[in-house]
């Protein structure tokens, strides 16, 4: 299993982007996604979860209004779109897939597999 993570870049304050990660390797559909993010001198935080059929999501306090996550199944890829953008979330940002049927809130869970990062850069 693969995660690619890509979408990330140098953005103002109030700007917006909109990150992807595809997924391959899985023989079969059910598995849930979260977004997590690492910025220097913190802990990594999770960010935003969607569920295993995509019909539920879950987000952070810090992002909720201002990112949507959204999946298509067909192209096995998730999005955070990412909107507003503040000199806070600069972070590197990373995919994670955990096989089965989940949602709600998954940022304890442990994740089966990683995506590499790609960095969030907004500024002031």
């Known amino acids: 299993v693969q995660l690619q993570a890509s979408g990330g870049g140098l953005v103002q304050s109030g700007g917006s982007l909109r990150l992807s990660c595809v997924v391959s390797g899985f023989t079969s559909d059910y598995y849930a996604v979260t977004w997590f993010r690492h910025a220097p001198g913190t802990e990594r935080e999770g960010v935003s979860s969607i569920s295993s059929t995509g019909g539920s999501t879950f987000y952070a306090d810090s992002v909720k209004g201002r990112f949507t996550m959204s999946r298509d199944i067909a192209k096995n890829t998730v999005y955070l779109q990412m909107d507003n953008l503040k000199p806070e979330d600069t972070a590197v940002y990373y995919c994670?897939?955990?096989?089965?049927?989940?949602?709600?809130?998954?940022?304890?869970?442990?994740?089966?597999?990683w995506g590499k990062g790609t960095q969030v850069t907004v500024s002031s």
């Open positions: 994670a897939a955990k096989a089965g049927y989940y949602s709600g809130n998954l940022f304890d869970l442990r994740h089966d597999y």
